[in-house]
């Protein structure tokens, strides 16, 4: 099956990173990590490989989790949107 070749989920990931260059936000960046992160995990072998292999719902579930890490990684390096409003914890006027 095809999403059990490394090559492919590498593939993927390189076209989500070219498509967030082409697109606005770090939407897609979250989506070519985790896409990575499973295809080097395939890459790699082993028993969490074959693991991988045996379960369509469990790579998903890497994939989606892997996914949702980066995006909250990039999120917390390239900070918020310049056009979200800010967010006052104490009184500005202290």
């Given amino acids: ?3 059990t070749t490394w090559w ?4 993927g990931a390189l076209i989500l990173g070219i498509l967030e260059v082409l697109a606005p936000g770090a939407i897609l ?3 070519a990590c985790g896409a990575a992160v499973v295809g080097i995990l395939f ?3 082993g028993p969490i490989a074959g693991w991988l292999t045996g379960s369509f719902p469990l790579t998903m579930v890497i ?4 996914s949702l890490l980066a995006w909250i990684a990039i999120r917390k390096v390239i900070g918020k949107r310049h056009k979200q409003p800010k967010i ?3 009184d500005i006027n202290d």
């Fill in 1 to 3: 099956m095809i999403w």
């Fill in 63 to 66: 994939f989606a989790v892997a």
């Fill in 88 to 90: 006052f914890e104490t």
């Fill in 8 to 11: 492919a989920w590498l593939a």
């Fill in 29 to 31: 960046l979250g989506f």
């Fill in 43 to 45: 890459g790699i072998g």
